[in-house]
């Protein structure tokens, strides 16, 4: 990777990643685009205005700078998807259509996150493996399969370098994730610190896959530096670090903060959805393939998350 072009990197993934990729690649080599204009972005590297839904600009782009690695990142997430399928639709195969076509014509690799939200129906929710059956009932769920057979189509047919993982909820605290179901675990710390009650919107017993945002954005780099002829799987990797209910994380928080109280009032959209997704995902593939390890767990993290959120003196 010595160009590298960031699709969406003004949201919760992809304003970290271009950080990251940035310290190791060099600023001037990550060109950061979004819908939105930002300042941050702009102020440390390329940055340039983009509707991943325009081909024609997003082929100028990757023609202006020479990109040879494209992060697609643009996406609706679960919750909001379900309020508006149709939109998901639009956006998440469109950015997903409009990257694998510019891939193939400009000779880019190109990654795109799979999620947790790939599984549904009948599937084992307990060490979830890496191919098994995979009927989502949400629209998200449903783009995200379509993004792992299209991804793997354009390898096999076209020799485009697509590689991508399944991410569980994604927890950080630089930029907020909008509309998902794992939002709460973000949302949470938040509360915490600022000594707000937390409303929980998914019940006491579900357990989701999480992982903290410093072990995603190094599989995402891990992953497209692998060497390709180790990679039996491609789209998409299981990758798992940490598991935990409501009752883990609000126990884990009350370990530093005593006083601090939740309370439910389940979202039934979030609730169903959170049902219908693995409980722990099994990433022997990842280990086996390219070396995956995760680093944090829920208390390097809890403490890394009240850290820095503290920091931001809300
Ligand atoms: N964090 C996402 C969501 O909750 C799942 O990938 O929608």
Known sequence: MKKILVVGAGGQIGSELVVYLRSIYGNGNVVAVDLHPSEALAAD??????????????????????VDSIFNLAALLSAKGEAKPTLAWKINIGALTNSLEIARQYGCALFTPSSIGAFGGDFPRDNTPQDTIMQPNTMYGVCKVTGELLSNYYHTRFGV?????????????????GGGTTDYA??????AVKGERFVCPVSENVYMDMMYMPDALRATVELMEADPSKLKHRNSFNIASMSFTPEIIYAEIRKRL?????????????EAIAESWPNKLDDTCAREEWGWKPQWDLSSMTDDMLRAIRAKNL
């Not at 590297?45 to 100028?60: T, V």
């Not at 370098?161 to 994730?177: A, E, Q, Y």
């Not at 309370?263 to 039934?268: G, H, M, N, S, T």
């Open 161 to 177: 370098d697509t590689r991508s993982v399944r991410f569980p909820g994604i927890i950080s605290n630089v930029t907020l994730p």
């Open 45 to 66: 590297g390329p940055f340039e205005l983009l509707d991943a839904l325009d081909a024609e600009r997003y082929a100028e782009i990757v023609r202006k700078y020479g």
């Open 258 to 270: 005593p006083d601090f109280e939740m309370v439910y009032e389940i979202d039934p959209v979030k």
């Open 186 to 191: 973000v949302e949470i710390y938040y509360a």
